[in-house]
C-alpha cells in the first residue's frame, strides 16, 4: 500500500504503515497452527471437556448473555474468589481475593506487569533458555531487554544472576518454573535469593506447576514471606482451557493493585468471567486428567533415553530432547507422518508436548520412522 497523498508530518521514506522502528520487518509470534492428526507442539492438554463441564460452562454463559447490555464486573470478583480458593489448596497458606490477579491469558498477564513496573529506562532479566515471549512484551512496554544464561543442563546459575541484577537492576525479573521450553523447576532457594537481591518484582512464571513432579515445591509456599514475589500461573495447560484464555496471578495486594492502573477498564468480558467460574466449579475434573499426563511424560523420558537421545528432565507436559544436526529437517520428517513438534530451545534441541497415549505411541513411531530419513 502506498501512502495517502495528504498524510500528516513525514515521518521519513519507505514508513508506511508508521510502524515504530523497532516493529518494522517483525513477524508476529506464534507456533505454526496446522490440521495435522497429532498435535504436539503448543503444550495444550489434549482432553476436552467433558459433556457435563460443557452443559455448565454453556449454561454459565447463557446467564452471562442475558445481561451483555451492561459492562462486566471490572473487578471480576467472582472469579477473583474462586481463584483464591483453588490457589489457597495449592499454596497450603490462605490466599485472599486481593492477593489475586487475572487477564486474558498469562501472556496479558504479564504484559500488564511489564506495562506497570518496566517501561522506558528500565529492565528486565531473564534467563535462557527461556519463554520466547518474554523479550516480546518487554519490546512493547518499551523496557530493556536482557537475557542471560542457565548452566549447560539448564540448571539455575546463581552467579550469573547475582552478576546481571548487580549490573543492570532490573525492575522485573521473569522466570518459569517449570521453565519452558527446558521443563526445570526452580528450587525454593532460587526464589528466596533472587528476591532477596531484586530490586524490583520477581515473577516465577508456574504455568505448568500443576505437573510437577512428587517434592517438586511451588513458589506460591513462599508468598507470604516474599513481598516482591509475583507467581503466575493459567488456565491454558493443566486446566484443560486454552481457548478460554484466562491467567491469573498470586502477589501483594499492593502488587494486584498496581495493575489495576494500566489494565483497560472492563479487560475481561462478562463470557470470560463466567466460563473460567463454571471451570473452576468443575476443577477436579479438569485437571483429573494431569496425573496420566504426569505418568505419560515420565515413560516418554525413559523412551527417549532408552532410545539414546539427551533429555532434559521435566516437570512441565513437555520434554526437551536432542542433540541433533539439523533439528529442522527431522521436524518436518514427522511433520510429513502427520506430527507436529515444536522447534524450540538451543540449537539442537526440540519440544514435544505430551498427549494422549495413543498421540506418544504416533510419536514414537514417526521418530523412529523419520530418523532413518535424516541423518543426526
Ligand atoms: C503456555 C505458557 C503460558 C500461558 O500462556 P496463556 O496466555 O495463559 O495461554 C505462560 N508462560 C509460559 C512459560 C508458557 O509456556
Known sequence: MSAP???GAPL?????????????????????????????????????????????????VTLAA?????YPDREFTELRTGLAAYLTKEAGAPITPDQVWAANGSNEVMLQILQAFGGPGRTAVSFAPTYSMYPEYARDAMTTWVAGRRHDD???????????????QPSVILLPSP???TGTALPHEVVSELCAIAPGVVVIDEAYAEFRRAGTPSALELLP?????????TMSKAFALAGARLGYLAAAPELCDALRVVRLPYHLSAVTQAVASAALRHADELLGKVDELRAERDRTVEWLEAEGFEVAPSDANFVLF???DDRAALWQQLLDRGVLIRVTGPEGWLRVSIGTAAEMTAFKDALRDALREVTT
Open 5 to 7: 497523498v495528504s498524510a
Open 12 to 60: 521519513g521514506t519507505s514508513t508506511w504503515p508508521p510502524l515504530r522502528e523497532e516493529l518494522r520487518g517483525v513477524e508476529p509470534y506464534g507456533a505454526p497452527q496446522l490440521d495435522v492428526p497429532v498435535q504436539l507442539n503448543v503444550n495444550e492438554n489434549p482432553y476436552p471437556p467433558s459433556r457435563k463441564v460443557v452443559d455448565d460452562i454453556a449454561g454459565a
Open 66 to 70: 442475558s445481561t451483555l447490555n451492561r
Open 154 to 168: 539448564f540448571s539455575f546459575d546463581f552467579d550469573e544472576a547475582r552478576r546481571l541484577v548487580d549490573q543492570h
Open 179 to 181: 521453565n519452558n521450553p
Open 225 to 233: 514471606d516474599l513481598r516482591n514475589l509475583i507467581v503466575s500461573r
Open 322 to 324: 536432542g542433540r541433533f
